[in-house]
């Protein structure tokens, strides 16, 4: 089943007196498709480990239509097994879903086939998080025993000269820094689990 929503309410607007036409490409619309689960979960992964919204996945997937048409000549050929995979509904932007109709419809390739093997092109990208994650969790520990350290040298420093002496107040300061960065980084890492996790087909 396929089926499209408009959401007006997230337009994305770059450089200076945009046309129309290029505001109503940006504008979000929600579109279903049926995508195995590790589909479904690496276009989560990559949205979480980069910093970015879905819909920007889509975005960087869909920008090369020579690609998607080169994919869909070849998948034209294929068989696409639509047993097993999960309906899901993402916002997209309008461009991307024209591109991606467009394409489906001249090739005649379903779109959800497009979709499941223009995200397998980004699988080393996951794989190159993968690595990222596992050094950023030794990382963290390091800086987790560092904290440590500092927290005993602020007790020190405020022990031998109090709690108002300048060196311990910018102590102080900086520990108290150090530790809004370490909870930061601390929840990065720990949204990315599920990287951990994901196993390719």
């Known amino acids: 089943m396929k089926k499209t929503e408009e959401n007006q309410d997230d337009i994305g607007i770059s450089g200076s007196r945009p046309s129309t036409l290029d505001l109503r490409g940006r504008q979000s619309v929600r579109a ?3 995508l195995s ?4 979960e690496a276009i989560s992964i990559l949205s979480a480990q980069l910093g970015i919204k879905q819909k ?3 975005d960087h997937l869909m920008e090369d ?4 048409k080169n994919m869909a000549r070849e998948l034209a050929k294929a068989e696409f097994n ?3 995979r999960i309906q899901k509904t993402f916002v997209i932007s309008r461009r991307s879903l024209s591109s991606l109709d467009m394409i489906s419809s001249q090739h005649d390739t379903p779109r959800d086939a497009l979709v499941e093997y ?3 092109r980004l699988l080393p ?5 993968r690595k990222k994650h596992e050094i950023r969790k030794e990382l963290l520990a390091e800086m987790s025993d560092h904290f440590a350290e500092g927290k005993k040298l602020l007790s020190k420093a405020i022990e031998m000269v109090g709690t108002d002496d300048p060196i311990a107040d910018k102590l102080s300061t900086t520990i108290s820094a150090y530790k809004n960065a370490l909870d930061d980084i601390t929840s990065f890492i ?3 689990k599920i990287i951990e996790k994901f196993q390719p087909e």
Do not use: D, K
């Open 56 to 58: 920007s996945v889509f």
């Open 118 to 120: 223009s995200v397998r």
């Open 32 to 34: 279903t498709f049926r």
């Open 65 to 68: 239509a020579q690609v998607l």
């Open 190 to 192: 720990e949204r990315g």
């Open 82 to 84: 639509p047993r097993g």
């Open 125 to 129: 990208l996951i794989a190159n998080e």
């Open 37 to 40: 689960e590790a589909c479904i």
